[in-house]
């Protein structure tokens, strides 16, 4: 798949509880098919996505004491639904989690001692 060929399909919203984030990336031969008149039901979808929620008040201060970031990834890391992931995947993802995470807080701002 080539870089140029991509588009993220993004919704996000607010509510009382938390901020919301969800995307995915699709090939824009795939969007421009469907957009024809073709079955929206066969686009391959692998969703993303982010909750940024506070944790609670805080004891000695108004307001909350800080936020949680709660992520989900949807990943394939195989053609068989029933196959089992290899250490090698595992560490893959979880490395990009780590990063994932941490360019979020970086984008809020919130890289700190405590975070």
């Known amino acids: 798949m080539k870089q140029g060929n991509m588009f993220v399909l993004q919704e996000s ?9 969800v995307y995915a990336p699709t ?5 421009y098919e469907i957009l024809g008149g073709s079955n929206p039901d066969v686009l391959p979808l692998l969703p993303l996505g982010l909750s ?17 970031l709660t992520v989900s990834f949807q990943v394939l890391t195989s053609e068989s639904p029933v ?9 893959k993802l979880a490395q990009f989690t780590r990063r994932s995470c941490e360019k979020i ?7 700190g001692p405590n975070t």
Do not use: N, R
């Open 13 to 21: 919203w607010s509510d009382p509880v938390a901020s919301h984030v």
């Open 27 to 31: 090939e824009i031969g795939a969007i």
């Open 83 to 91: 196959a089992d992931i290899d250490l090698e995947d595992a560490s």
């Open 105 to 111: 807080k970086h984008a809020f701002g919130a890289i």
């Open 52 to 68: 940024i929620l506070p944790d609670g008040p805080s004891f000695h201060e108004e307001g909350s004491s800080g936020t949680l």
